[in-house]
């Protein structure tokens, strides 16, 4: 849910948000901080650019403290303020431009845009402001697929992500993990018992959160999600992109953020845990492939995995139109203790993020 600060321009989006039925489901208050004192009261000081990222960042931070008071406990919130300077009745000597920022427990995320003087009118211009206001709404509710914003050539929104403390000392190594609670705060505190599904969530779909109910249930344990911003064989993940995935639980589900990209890394920071994967993820881990082609080298980290005393319990997963189980795959001899299967008749979802990535045409 949030709480909306704007100046200068944005009506239209709070009028767009309120034309949809539902719409107090993310709505708690919205202010036109439209005169000079209004948006000091708001900000606490008086700034030199009226029309900029700092002034947007303190409308945020202002719109997150008072969303967090007005919303129940459980609800994740976030703050919006944008500041805007348009086409008016008069002639403007500087650029027409927008600042955006939106603050949650990740930290401040802000959009900026220098909008092309001459080539609207205070309406289009008006209409592009809102736009961009319910796209940064969008991504912080946690929607991927989101449509091209009106933007006419040269004009660029400028991005930028500046991460909570908490986030900031993961990627300083300052802290192995950072748990993002469904009511949107971080923490470092995790059950004794621990199921634990990795993935890269992009996006997070039913199978996902069906799988993790199914282990929950088969196991007796809390089952949490974790999103590593290393990756073994990909490209770390930038912190702007871990937010995007990340926002996608609130409100939903337990995500662990980690810099763990293999498994005998989370099995060290998470010890007894039982990872949850699908069988294909299972192939690669007893794939002698993936460790030099060494069968002694793939020996060892299974064994490392059992000092630390992790299992893992695998679900089926169609491949190639097959569906492959556990019982498919050839487990060393003598580590099969660390593997259990989930019932087929009790998960059996081909879904994928990759599929879904398809469709959307990403």
């Not at 993961?170 to 993002?180: A, Q, S, T």
């Not at 911003?229 to 770390?236: G, H, V, Y």
């Not at 939903?252 to 990209?261: F, G, K, N, Q, V």
Request: aromatic fraction near 8%; include cysteine; proline fraction near 4%.
């Amino acid at each position: 849910m949030m709480v909306m600060n704007f100046a200068g321009a944005g009506a239209e989006a709070l009028a767009w948000l309120h034309s949809v039925g539902g719409s107090s489901r993310t709505i708690l208050e919205a202010t036109d901080r439209y005169v000079q004192t209004s948006l000091i009261e708001a900000t606490g000081f008086e700034p030199e650019s009226y029309t900029s990222i700092s002034v947007a960042k303190a409308l945020a931070h202002n719109a997150f403290t008072r969303a967090r008071y007005l919303a129940k406990p459980e609800k994740p919130v976030f703050g919006l303020g944008c500041t805007a300077t348009i086409a008016t009745d008069r002639l403007k000597r500087g650029d027409h431009r927008v600042a955006i920022a939106v603050q949650d427990a990740l930290g401040y995320s802000s959009y900026e845009l220098v909008i092309k003087k001459g080539l609207r009118a205070r309406a289009g211009e008006e209409n592009l402001v809102s736009y961009l206001i319910l796209y940064a709404v969008a991504e912080a509710c946690g929607i991927i697929d989101l449509p091209d914003l009106p933007l006419l050539e040269d004009e660029t929104v400028n991005f930028a992500f500046e991460p909570a403390t908490e986030l900031e000392q993961l990627i300083k190594g300052e802290r192995d993990f950072v748990v993002l609670e469904p009511q949107g705060k971080l923490s470092s505190e995790l059950p004794k018992k621990l199921a634990i599904l990795s993935g890269s969530f992009n996006p997070l779909h039913d199978g996902h959160r069906n799988l993790a109910e199914v282990a929950a249930r088969q196991l007796g344990d809390d089952a949490y999600f974790e999103l590593s911003l290393s990756n073994a064989d990909k490209a770390s993940i930038d912190l702007a992109i871990a937010r995007k995935r990340a926002v996608q639980f609130l409100g939903l589900d337990h995500l662990i953020l980690s810099r763990a990209p293999l498994f005998n890394d989370k099995a060290k920071l998470f010890p007894g845990a039982t990872f949850v994967i699908g069988a294909d993820t299972a192939s690669r881990l007893v794939n002698p492939k993936y460790y030099q082609n060494d069968s002694n080298v793939l020996k060892e980290a299974l064994e490392g995995l059992r000092q630390q005393q992790v299992s893992f319990l695998v679900a089926g997963r169609s491949r190639q139109g097959d569906f492959q189980t556990l019982d498919d795959i050839a487990i060393p001899e003598g580590f099969r203790d660390l593997f259990h299967q989930v019932p087929k008749e009790s998960f059996h979802m081909d879904i994928s993020s990759t599929d879904i990535r398809n469709k959307l045409g990403q």
